[in-house]
């Protein structure tokens, strides 16, 4: 089953708007949350990412928002623009777990013009 | 430029048959990984490697073999015993350590005729 629940599956925002996805874990041994972004035909990569000892981190447009206490965190996409189209992922992994990640199903966002 | 190279991009199989998947990076990781990634089911892990002669399986390991005979090169085999092979494979690597980000290739699509 799945260690990282997603949501939602696929989201429709109009350029300019923001675009916000949700994450939940159970693992209370998971101490690094990631989120990657994968345009069609490609490979993800490395958006942004977070620990559990800041309850907020911002790059750019994009903001990681954590809680710790609801094992819960999301990425909110500040002033969506039709480029931002694409799949993203979180992920979360434990420490010593020889990097392995535990993927959410990955959320579908269609920024339109 | 550093990177990861998959190879072949598209890859068909018959019944029955084995394929191997080549991925190589000269990014000077240690670690390299194998995901597998099918519609609305995030990525997961098949096998990883964090050294050279040495690799672990990940989540759905069955009717896969890897070797690690370079660094550089970490190669996939899809056998005959993985009944649902119809997927896309994705390789990444990393530093070895906690929390070091993953670099993703552009993938290998794979079909059964």
């Known amino acids: 089953q799945q260690q990282v629940k997603q949501s939602p599956q696929s989201l429709i925002v109009q350029k300019g708007g923001i675009s916000i996805i949700n994450c939940a874990y159970e693992?209370?041994?998971?101490?690094?949350f990631p989120w990657y972004q994968q345009f069609p035909g490609k490979g993800p990569a490395l958006l942004i990412a977070?620990?559990?000892?800041?309850s907020e981190k911002k790059e750019g447009r994009f903001t990681i928002s954590f809680n710790k206490s609801a094992k819960q965190f999301s990425l909110h996409i500040m002033d969506s623009q039709p480029g931002d189209s694409a799949t993203y992922f979180c992920?979360?992994?434990?420490?010593?777990?020889?990097?392995?990640?535990?993927f959410g199903a990955g959320t579908q966002v269609v920024v339109t013009p | 430029d550093g990177g990861i190279t998959q190879s072949p991009k598209y890859l068909f199989r018959k019944e029955g048959q084995n394929v191997t998947l080549s991925c190589e990076q000269n990014?000077?990781?240690?670690?390299m990984y194998w995901y597998r990634q099918d519609p609305g089911q995030g990525l997961r892990l098949i096998y990883y490697?964090?050294?050279?002669?040495?690799?672990q399986k990940g989540d759905i390991a069955e009717g896969y073999s890897v070797s690690r005979e370079k660094k550089e090169s970490f190669p996939l085999t899809v056998t005959s015993a993985q009944k649902n092979p119809t997927a896309f494979y994705l390789c990444?690597?990393?530093?070895?350590?906690?929390?070091?980000?993953?670099?993703f290739g552009d993938g290998t699509r794979l079909s059964i005729l």
């Open positions: 693992n209370t041994a998971f101490d690094y």
């Open positions: 990014l000077n990781h240690d670690a």
């Open positions: 490697s964090q050294i050279v002669n040495d690799f």
């Open positions: 990444a690597s990393s530093f070895t350590g906690s929390h070091q980000p993953q670099h």
């Open positions: 992920a979360a992994s434990k420490r010593n777990s020889w990097g392995k990640l535990q």
């Open positions: 977070i620990r559990p000892d800041v």
